[in-house]
């Protein structure tokens, strides 16, 4: 009779093949899911991950505008070289065109004479 109050028990605990705890659980949201958890606990977490970074960019007399201002360097520096290595490669195209653009012309009007 011990065995049919613990199926008994248990059929009332389990119902549908699912476990208690999964009642209980909220319901993941696609913010949650973008965020990594609930938003509380997660502005709670970059709130306290943010202080202590911050503590120790003062210690290391690092300010804010120091930071932003070597990621806009950065970022302005990787520009300039771009456009630089782009004008260089316009300029070797527009040399190379300046060449091949008429021989392939004339080629292509030597062809559409047909065949001799």
């Known amino acids: 009779m011990s065995d049919e109050k613990q199926t008994e028990s248990a ?12 009642r209980w659980r909220r319901k ?3 913010l949650t899911r973008f965020l990594g958890g609930s938003p509380l606990g997660v502005a ?9 970074v911050g503590a120790l960019l003062m210690w290391l007399d690092i300010s804010p505008a120091d930071v932003v ?5 950065f970022f302005q520096r990787i520009w300039d070289m771009g456009f630089d290595a782009i004008r260089q490669i ?11 653009v008429p021989i392939w ?8 004479r047909g065949p001799r």
């Open 11 to 22: 059929s009332l605990w389990n119902r549908g093949g699912e476990s208690p705890a999964w």
């Open 105 to 112: 012309l004339v080629l292509r009007l030597l062809s559409m």
């Open 69 to 73: 201002n070597g990621v806009i360097h």
């Open 44 to 52: 709670l977490r970059l709130f306290f991950v943010s202080l202590v």
């Open 90 to 100: 316009g300029n070797y195209l527009i040399a190379g065109a300046v060449i091949v």
């Open 28 to 30: 993941e949201t696609p």
